[in-house]
């Protein structure tokens, strides 16, 4: 059998969602909390790898089993073995060709930024302060300008793995209620530290240390010292995950347990 399951965690604890030699990594916690109610050993794969203190909001991961439980019992009884940073949302029996990673049609961030004088006490896990004022309609003309399939080396980490830099935003916004600042990227697939970096240099032209068109002059670069500084973790969000509606995943109301928080954010 095969499960979907739907988990939102704040990532400010931990090492990110995959398990690595030094640290915690959400996934083995959840793999942990799953072994205890399958009774047996589950590995899972994941709609998104996030980094280092990195939150997710819709994640996605999917694990096979021998075990028979109702989604309600996968829910309560995963959660039940979760620290109060970590939540499973939502449980999904599911075909054998769902995948999280690879049926997965596009994937969504959100980067969330305080920008007013004072700090916040509240927000500091998850938000970056930004004291200057911010022009959010100049870094939404910046980023028209990343909009499409193009190659983003200039916004992925020294250390990314991936074999192509080549993604395609199919979705960019940069949005000011009050004092917050949100940008959210949608696109088929991510590069490590892609949205950070994009964060930043649409923050340097919100500053008006840039203009809008340096958005794009830094991607025909194709050099990361070309773009701004990499937003700090604690910002961002993995949203969400669209997949075919053939998996209805996630679920609605009638077929499973739990609920959606893809607008969790502002």
């Known amino acids: 059998m095969r499960v979907a399951l739907g988990i939102e965690y704040d990532g400010t604890g931990y090492v990110g969602w995959q398990r690595q030699k030094s640290g915690t990594g959400v ?3 959840v793999e942990g909390a799953l072994a205890l ?3 047996e050993p589950v590995e899972t794969v994941c709609a998104g790898r996030t980094d280092s203190g990195v939150h997710a909001a819709g994640q996605v991961a999917h694990f096979d089993t021998t075990a028979e ?8 009884g995963v959660n039940s073995n979760l620290p109060d940073d970590i939540n499973a949302t939502w449980a999904k029996e599911v075909d054998q060709d769902f995948h999280a990673r690879f049926s997965a049609e596009c994937r969504t961030y ?9 700090r916040s006490g509240l927000f500091h896990r998850r938000a970056w302060w930004v ?9 939404q003309l910046g980023g028209n300008l990343l909009l499409g399939k193009h190659d983003f080396s200039s916004f992925r980490a020294a250390g990314c793995q991936a074999a192509t830099a080549v993604r395609e935003v199919t979705n960019l916004t940069v949005r ?3 004092c917050w600042v949100v940008v959210s990227i949608t696109a088929n697939a ?6 950070r970096n994009i964060t930043g240099t649409l923050v340097a032209i919100g500053r008006g240390e840039e203009q809008p068109d340096w958005a794009k002059s830094v991607l025909d670069r194709t050099d990361r010292k070309a773009a701004g500084i990499a937003a700090p973790p604690q910002g961002l969000t993995f949203a969400g995950v669209r997949y075919p509606e053939k998996f209805g995943v996630p679920p609605g109301n009638g077929d499973s347990i739990g609920f959606n928080v893809y607008d969790s954010i502002l």
Do not use: K, T
């Open 190 to 195: 991510f590069l490590q530290h892609m949205v």
């Open 110 to 118: 959100r980067y969330l930024i305080l920008n007013r004088l004072a």
């Open 37 to 39: 109610v399958a009774d």
């Open 176 to 178: 000011r209620e009050d």
């Open 131 to 139: 004291h200057e004022p911010l022009d959010a309609s100049a870094m």
């Open 27 to 29: 996934q083995e916690l």
């Open 69 to 76: 439980r109702s989604a309600r019992g996968w829910l309560l």
